[in-house]
């Protein structure tokens, strides 16, 4: 049984950081593509990053956010840098043998975080 567990959200100010961790089980982990997506109150969810052997950043977050991953600890990270308001949203790890970062194509989903920004 497949299992992604994020940890990390909280209330933050507006410039501070937050670093989100996502723990995998239940699945090969290096042969996975993660992702972090976010959604906003009355939004669609959307991708934020994502790392295989490379990393894809969001254009809304290019040069704030960084993804990286822990093969031998089965953990995605997800710092988060310079926060906004509008990075309010509940955060979901992902997991996809897909080359495709889009919802319809992850494999796996967490529960979720929820990270709050304040201005």
């Known amino acids: 049984q497949v299992q992604l567990v994020e940890s990390g959200g909280g209330l933050v100010q507006a410039g501070g950081s937050l670093r989100l961790s996502c723990a995998a089980s239940?699945?090969?982990?290096?042969?996975?593509?993660m992702a972090w997506f976010r959604q906003a109150p009355g939004k669609d969810r959307v991708v934020v990053a994502g790392i295989k052997s490379s990393t894809y950043y969001a254009p809304s977050v290019q040069g704030r956010f960084t993804i990286s991953r822990d093969n031998a600890k089965n953990t995605v990270y997800l710092q988060m840098d310079n926060l906004k308001p509008e990075d309010t949203a509940v955060y979901y790890c992902?997991?996809?043998?897909?080359?495709?970062?889009?919802?319809?194509?992850?494999?796996?989903w967490g529960k979720g975080t929820l990270v709050t920004v304040s201005s």
């Open positions: 992902a997991a996809t043998k897909s080359a495709v970062l889009s919802v319809g194509d992850m494999d796996y």
């Open positions: 239940g699945l090969t982990f290096s042969d996975y593509t």
